[in-house]
């Protein structure tokens, strides 16, 4: 925000008492007409973003915290402060390069099924989610395998496909968890929706989110890398790629397999490990 009173005090005062405005003062006063007039539009945009999240119906769930992903492995670990912990600490590495770089939306993907993505999506989510200050949409775009809302622990109204088909506008699609976290759910839709991705569907639905929402990032949950077309499709429309690796199957010729699909259709924000112990071994070997 500009604040122009202190330079139209300095213009009145240097005005002489017995003449007219100079043409100078006449500009520079036009000028400030049209800072405040910008000022106080996008205060207006800023009330109408405010009233279309509070439009959102609210999901009666905190994410992570119920089904089968974040909160229980967290519990599971016996510390769900470090838990939290070591997301933030990937939070505030991914705002950091997003910021930096004008980026928005961040796929998040692996090399096959099975090895964390949706984990870490919903995760990421929930990190995001503890910063008042700052606004995100997840999108669960594993069209055919779809499992945050069972995550969740809740049951989804219908199939994202239709959001991204334009059938839906974001706002009879989206729902809402707490007060900046917008969640675009699907129940597994049967073989062949993916061919979405492969028009421009993907990006004009991300722009209407944008436009309608403003949201600081957008995270979407893909189907793996190297098994399914659909995520080779989606790419383009997407700002950035995080690529989820299993740290007790994931081989290094696959991330380097996963690094050359994404060449040329989107960049690579980096590898994030998960189970980068065996837990079940590591407990067999301690009892």
Do not use: K
């Not at 240097?14 to 500009?27: E, G, K, L, N, Y």
């Not at 959102?56 to 769900?80: F, K, Y």
């Not at 995100?136 to 055919?144: I, S």
């Amino acid at each position: 925000m500009v604040d122009t009173r202190r330079l139209e005090q300095l213009l009145r005062d240097r005005r002489p008492a017995s003449t007219a405005p100079s043409q100078a003062a006449r500009v520079a006063d036009a000028q400030g007409f049209r800072v405040r007039a910008a000022v106080r539009s996008r205060a207006g945009q800023s009330d109408a973003v405010r009233a279309a999240w509070a439009a959102l119906p609210e999901l009666d769930t905190e994410p992570g915290r119920t089904g089968s992903t974040a909160g229980a492995m967290a519990a599971a670990s016996g510390n769900l402060r470090q838990f939290d912990e070591s997301f933030d600490l990937l939070r505030a590495q991914l705002l950091q390069a997003l910021r930096t770089r004008g980026w928005q939306s961040i796929g998040i993907t692996a090399p096959v099924r099975g090895c964390g993505a949706s984990f870490v999506s919903l995760s990421l989510a929930r990190s995001f989610a503890r910063l008042d200050n700052v606004r995100t949409a997840l999108l669960d775009l594993d069209l055919e395998a779809g499992a945050l809302a069972d995550s969740l622990g809740t049951a989804p109204d219908g199939h994202i496909s239709d959001l991204i088909a334009g059938d839906l506008a974001p706002a009879e699609y989206l729902c809402r968890a707490g007060r900046n976290l917008a969640l675009g759910l699907t129940a597994p839709f049967p073989e062949g929706a993916a061919t979405l991705f492969h028009n421009d569907a993907l990006t004009q639905t991300l722009a209407e989110i944008t436009t309608e929402y403003r949201p600081d990032v957008i995270l979407c949950d893909l189907p793996p890398l190297l098994t399914e077309d659909s995520t080779l499709a989606a790419l383009p429309s997407l700002d950035a790629v995080l690529i989820v690796a299993d740290g007790t199957r994931t081989q290094a010729r696959d991330l380097s397999e996963c690094e050359r699909l994404l060449q040329d259709r989107t960049q690579l924000l980096g590898v994030v490990l998960n189970r980068g112990v065996d837990t079940a071994a590591a407990r067999r070997a301690h009892h």
